[in-house]
């Protein structure tokens, strides 16, 4: 059971979802995560990335 558990904790591929805003990377990432099978991929929006976008949508 420990071999099981060791390559449960410690994955042999990573990846990343590079998307740009308002594509779809949220349906996306959940649907990844729903199927158990792919990680428990996450997303990362930079503060200054924030600050751009509402100034370009005025808000």
Do not use: D
Not at 20 to 47: D, E, K, V
């Amino acid at each position: 059971m420990g071999g099981l558990f060791h390559k449960l904790r410690h994955p042999r591929r990573c990846y990343v979802v590079w998307a740009i805003l308002r594509s779809g990377s949220n349906l996306l990432t959940n649907g990844l995560h729903a199927t158990r099978r792919a990680g428990r991929p996450m997303q990362f929006f930079p503060p200054q990335s924030e600050l751009e976008f509402a100034a370009m949508v005025r808000i």
